[in-house]
């Protein structure tokens, strides 16, 4: 079957950095997003992997391992704005987006 | 570019009745998705198109009807609603399917009593 997994909630500092962590399995992979929504709004894209390694962004960064079917979102210098939930979504060989549930990350002062 | 548009934004709907949620995308985008947002859950398929005239279902079709007459409409049908659709829908689009980010709609918020 196809799955993702990553952790319900996280909560993180401001200032501080927060890695948010997934695994995936689907059938077939043609890579893997991140996107993040904001209670109440819609997903807005942040990422995307198809090779290994680390792509950086600003403040963000997102990681994918291959053979481990792993990728993590890691956000630095966290602001408050960024209080969301971030979604994992892998690629399956039909290009269709499997979406995990979302991480709901909470920032405190 | 207005991007893609979704109305309603609300919907009380009664068990048994019937509605249509627009969505609009002025990008030109020939890929266009319907998906179901559960409280706590992933987004989940529910139909999509590759163009004009072509639909597909995706992974919860059940209850739903699509069309897509032009580039820029893809319309969800729900016929004889029931409490399981209570749902946020959002309406998505992109340039292709492959490695493309997808543009999603505000959504609509759908409940069903």
């Known amino acids: 079957g196809q799955n993702i997994d990553q952790p319900t909630e996280m909560t993180a500092t401001e200032g501080a950095i927060v890695q948010i962590n997934c695994t995936y399995q689907?059938?077939?992979?043609?890579?893997l997003f991140w996107y993040q929504q904001h209670a109440g709004e819609a997903p807005t894209f942040l990422s995307y992997?198809?090779l290994d390694g680390l792509e950086e962004k600003g403040r963000f960064s997102s990681f994918l391992s291959r053979s481990k079917g792993y990728s993590y979102l890691l956000l630095k210098e966290l602001q408050m704005k960024d209080s969301a939930s971030y979604l994992c979504?892998?690629?399956?060989?039909?290009?269709?987006?499997?979406w995990g549930a979302g991480t709901k990350l909470i920032i405190k002062p | 570019n207005a991007g893609v548009t979704q109305t309603p934004k609300f919907r009380i709907l009664k068990i048994g009745q019937s509605m249509t949620l627009q969505c609009t995308q002025d990008m030109n985008h020939n890929y266009m998705y319907w998906y179901r947002q559960d409280p706590g859950m992933g987004l989940k398929l529910i139909y999509y198109?590759?163009?004009?005239?072509?639909?597909d279902k995706g992974e919860v079709p059940n209850g739903y009807n699509v069309s897509r007459s032009t580039t820029e409409d893809f319309p969800l049908r729900l016929e004889l609603a029931a409490p399981s659709q209570t749902s946020v829908y959002f309406c998505a689009s992109s340039s292709t399917g492959e490695y493309n980010e997808q543009f999603f709609g505000p959504g609509t918020r759908l409940t069903v009593l």
């Open positions: 979504a892998g690629v399956d060989s039909n290009y269709q987006l499997i």
């Open positions: 689907t059938s077939g992979f043609n890579g």
């Open positions: 198109s590759v163009g004009a005239g072509i639909t």
């Open positions: 992997n198809v």
